[in-house]
């Protein structure tokens, strides 16, 4: 038993950096105002890059580059159309979601069920002192442990510099923060193709650590899970580091599972992390406490000339 948990939490963070990166990514969306369903494709598309990169004969980091730069050339399509053209979001994001998923299927057509070199992990001797579970903790990739370190470094910029006051007051009021002189439509474009390069990142990490292969369909839908994640973590990128670990916990046990030959059916096996967000919504909605966070702007397009 020990050792089933001390593989469990090994895999934990693992299982838990695509999802903190795509919140974050997706937070740093929201609070500039610009609401991002379009998660799902963008992630789609920074995974098969990555794959695509690493086939072709380019390194890791060449690979991680390309994933972000696919990224944020779909991301730029959605800035386009949600900010710009101030077309529905809602519906902008969604364009994005099957644009991305559609695009990255026919691209790594041919690159499918191809394995690829892991990216692996940091300093592996350093840890072999420590108690098993301890160092299977500690022993993991450089982009794991980015994805923890991000969320830290964007709240900070978010809550204690000049830069994240802005992008807040674009979020919470654009045409107050127009009339203190900000550029509403600068700020919520970069922060849109800020938001999708940390989205790229996250499906690098599925396709470069996670599964070290394309799949088509591998996101499997954890960018509607980091859409959830967004509001349970109310727009709170340290708040969402334990959002997205009791996510990876979910997911980490899922194969623990599978392969330990316990009589349970694997489709309910699958189940857990889509009733983890059911269930994570609903304790949410209870007194509706995490929508005081909610950027009151969110999703509302920005034209120079309204006045509220």
Not at 37 to 60: D, F, Q
Not at 171 to 189: C, F, K, L, Q, S
Not at 200 to 211: E, F, K, P, Q
Request: charged share 10%; glycine share 12%.
């Amino acid at each position: 038993m020990n050792g089933f948990l001390a593989d469990w939490a090994g895999a934990v963070p693992v299982f838990a950096a695509p999802f903190l990166l795509a919140t974050t990514g997706l937070i740093i969306n929201e609070r500039a105002g610009v609401m991002n369903l379009g998660a799902e494709g963008i992630m789609a598309m920074g995974a098969v890059s990555a794959v695509i990169a690493m086939l072709s004969g380019s390194g890791l980091v060449a690979a991680i580059l390309c994933a972000c730069a696919a990224a944020v050339a779909i991301t730029l399509l959605f800035a386009l159309l949600a900010v710009v053209l101030r077309l529905e979001q809602v519906l902008s994001g969604l364009v994005i979601f099957a644009f991305g998923v559609g695009l990255s299927g026919v691209l790594g057509d041919s690159y499918a069920n191809q394995p690829i070199k892991a990216l692996g992990p940091v300093a592996p001797r350093i840890f072999a002192g420590l108690p098993h579970w301890l160092g299977r903790i500690l022993d993991q990739d450089p982009l794991t442990y980015f994805a923890f370190v991000l969320p830290v470094l964007v709240w900070w910029v978010l809550e204690r510099t000049e830069l994240g006051l802005r992008l807040r007051a674009v979020g919470e009021d654009a045409p107050a923060a127009d009339a203190a002189g900000v550029n509403v439509m600068r700020m919520r474009i970069g922060a849109v193709l800020s938001g999708g390069l940390v989205l790229g990142l996250a499906g690098a990490h599925l396709s470069l650590v996670g599964s070290q292969v394309w799949v088509n369909g591998m996101v499997s839908g954890r960018g509607w899970i980091a859409v959830a994640l967004v509001t349970f973590s109310r727009w709170n990128t340290l708040r969402a580091i334990g959002a997205a670990l009791l996510f990876g916990a979910v997911q980490a046990v899922i194969p623990l599972i599978l392969s330990s030959g316990l009589n349970v059916p694997i489709y309910l096996i699958q189940m857990l992390p889509y009733v983890a967000t059911i269930v994570v919504l609903g304790a949410s909605g209870i007194g509706r406490t995490s929508l005081s966070a909610q950027p009151e702007d969110l999703a509302r397009p920005f034209l120079r000339e309204e006045r509220r």
